[in-house]
């Protein structure tokens, strides 16, 4: 027993034009099908541009007043309509991501305020138009934020009333059957010696078993299926909100900071504590989470054969941490991507270098410096530069108080002199080298101005030179000591090596909702593009000759193979318990008793 895709006179065997039948699916020009055919779907209808809304304007200044409050109200209806549909909502969405490009591509101002600096010097005039746009500061624009927000505005207008549809159609039942089931889509029908309301508890008891909600009207039972169809259409509008509502408000209450951390040193939450730090508009201090942590010891090991040599094998930073002020001290070890939690805020590891022990003499042997000095990182292989500066404590030989700048240039594993540049040949400290040229005179920072920690401002510095006028530069390995000259003192490089590591430290709320609100959004795509919502009728009424007469017709919400497929499959077991009766004439032929009982077919079905 299967259905047929075309329209079938009952009875007749004439088949209508294909075309003809898809006239009548969803609206019925001669009322047919009635409430049968209304929307499968609780999306609004588009409307055209309209008219005059205020209709003939009557005299005088009370009829121009009530014609115009009605062209407002129209015009405002309109425009609210046009809003909330689906096709308005997909180009602000388009628009969204149209504006998220130069946000991407251009240097924006709350992430590096430098670049965009620099971009407006090298290039003035397209620097001026970028800022006239906003361009630099894309994602709080006016132009971006009223996209962002027309198409929240857009998707709540859509939601809300068709929530309330989908509640309504929940709580109704499916409509009744049609005049005319053979004008449907799917449709079968055949003769039986059931009686009508025995074939109707059977359909209505095995469309019941299919999940169907099904009930009795009349002569017929009506049935639907497929509502998790709106369902997810509707989650996935839903999701999409509280995607925007979260990445919004990452967006205003985000903090993200940076801090270098050497070996033996801590940290505690407190901007005043970070390298840079940058937040959202409605960022407090208040928000920060209170912890604070210590670096005990930074492992790294590394490849040291094959095409792989040099990438990290082992990266990790073994930290002591408290939360609140008097927590108490726990033991953790973070890596690349396994970042601490602390409450909102996750620590990640992003960086790691060396940081050489130095100690600074003045020509009397007294240490005016001894620290660990880190240097950035150059290349994979570790080569590092930096700079150390002795601000405070150091007088020259002639007694005048000066301070000392010496430019750096560390290699974890250098080559051996005379084989090459001094470039370090592999990450890990199997052969340390620090290369050091010194400076006497000011660094400059006693203006206020700020300076770059791995660098030397030498306009205000003499470099030290031998009494033949060579500059003075030194090559050294751990515990070795370059001597100034003039008996201006030394500097030693000591046999302890730090290494340092950088941590990241965020706070991002709404992450975890944006992600929910993103599966949520596939799961309900998923179901919106791939469950059916249809309706089915099965019609059982007695016959002029007395004979049941049985009619089953399925209508869905757009075209598809499988409605005539489940028609069929439901037509079957229903044809199971009310089998087709055989005509008279066919009764009264006599039959092989050896010959095998057929079954006729269903009247209409494809065979």
């Keep these: 027993m299967s259905t047929t895709d075309t329209d079938t006179d009952t009875g007749t065997g004439r088949t209508k034009d294909p075309a003809t039948a898809k006239r009548h699916i969803g609206v019925s020009a001669d009322g047919e099908l009635g409430e049968a055919g209304s929307q499968l779907s609780t999306a609004p209808v588009d409307t055209a541009v309209p008219g005059s809304f205020g209709g003939p304007r009557a005299p005088g200044a009370l009829g121009w007043l009530t014609w115009t409050g009605r062209e407002v109200v129209g015009w405002a209806r309109w425009f609210w309509r046009q809003l909330t549909s689906m096709r308005v909502a997909l180009i602000l969405l388009f628009l969204l991501s149209l504006g998220a490009i130069p946000g991407s591509l251009i240097p924006q101002s709350g992430t590096d305020a430098q670049k965009v600096a620099d971009f407006k010097d090298a290039h003035s005039i397209l620097g001026s138009v970028y800022d006239k746009l906003g361009l630099f500061h894309v994602y709080s624009s006016v132009w971006f934020s009223a996209i962002y927000i027309l198409l929240f505005v857009s998707l709540i207008g859509c939601i809300v009333p068709r929530t309330w549809q989908f509640v309504g159609q929940l709580r109704g039942r499916p409509p009744g ?9 799917a449709y079968a029908t055949w003769r039986t010696g059931a009686e009508p309301e025995q074939v109707r508890e059977a ?6 078993q299919r999940r169907f909600r099904a009930h009795i009207e009349k002569d017929a039972v009506a049935a639907e299926k497929g509502y998790l169809r709106e369902t997810g259409n509707l989650l996935f509008h839903i999701a999409l909100i509280v995607m925007l509502v979260a990445f919004a408000w990452g967006q205003l209450f985000k903090s993200e900071g940076n801090k270098l951390i050497v070996e033996g040193d801590g940290f505690s939450n407190t901007i005043s504590q970070y390298d840079d730090f940058k937040s959202g508009n409605l960022f407090s201090t208040d928000d920060l989470t209170p912890f604070s942590f210590n670096l005990k010891k930074f492992t790294g090991t590394y490849e040291r054969n094959g095409p792989n040599k040099g990438t990290p094998r082992t990266y990790q930073a073994a930290i002591t941490y408290s939360v609140g002020a008097y927590g108490k001290e726990k033991k953790t070890t973070v890596k690349v991507n396994e970042p601490l939690k602390i409450g909102d805020s996750k620590v990640y590891l992003t960086a790691h270098g060396y940081a050489p022990v130095v100690t600074v003499r003045d020509g009397k042997g ?20 930096g700079a150390i500066k002795v601000m405070d404590g150091y007088k020259n030989a002639q007694g005048t108080s000066e301070q000392l700048g010496f430019s750096a240039f560390f290699v974890p594993t250098f080559a051996g002199a005379g084989k090459g540049d001094m470039f370090s040949q592999f990450p890990a400290l199997d052969f340390p080298v620090l290369a050091l040229s010194g400076f006497h005179g000011s660094l400059g920072v006693d203006a206020g101005i700020p300076q770059n920690v791995y660098q030397l401002d030498t306009s205000k510095m003499k470099q030290f030179k031998d009494a033949k006028g060579n ?3 030194a090559r050294l390995l751990p515990g070795e000591t370059m001597k100034l000259p003039n ?6 490089f000591d046999k302890g090596i730090k290494e340092w590591a950088n941590f990241q430290v965020t706070q991002q709320p709404g992450s975890d909702w944006a992600l929910i609100g993103a599966f949520t959004a ?5 179901g919106s593009l791939f469950i059916q919502r249809r309706r089915v009728w099965v019609r059982a009424a007695t016959g002029a000759d007395g004979v049941t007469v049985v009619e089953m017709a399925g209508l869905g919400r757009s075209e598809s193979a499988k409605l005539p497929e489940e028609l069929g499959d439901l037509a079957a077991l229903v044809h199971e318990q009310a089998p087709t009766k055989p005509d008279t004439d066919e009764a009264a032929v006599e039959t092989d008793p050896d010959a095998e009982p057929s079954v006729p077919a269903a009247e209409g079905a494809e065979k």
Excluded: C, E, W
């Design 471 to 473: 500059i003075v530069k």
């Design 366 to 385: 007294n240490v005016v410096y001894h620290d660990a000095v880190p240097m950035l990182p150059l290349d994979p292989n570790v080569t590092s530069q």
């Design 177 to 185: 059957a049609p005049k005319r089931l053979n004008r449907l889509p």
């Design 487 to 492: 008996g201006a003192g030394s500097i030693t």
């Design 522 to 526: 596939i799961f309900g795509l998923a």
């Design 203 to 208: 359909a209505l008891k095995i469309l019941k």
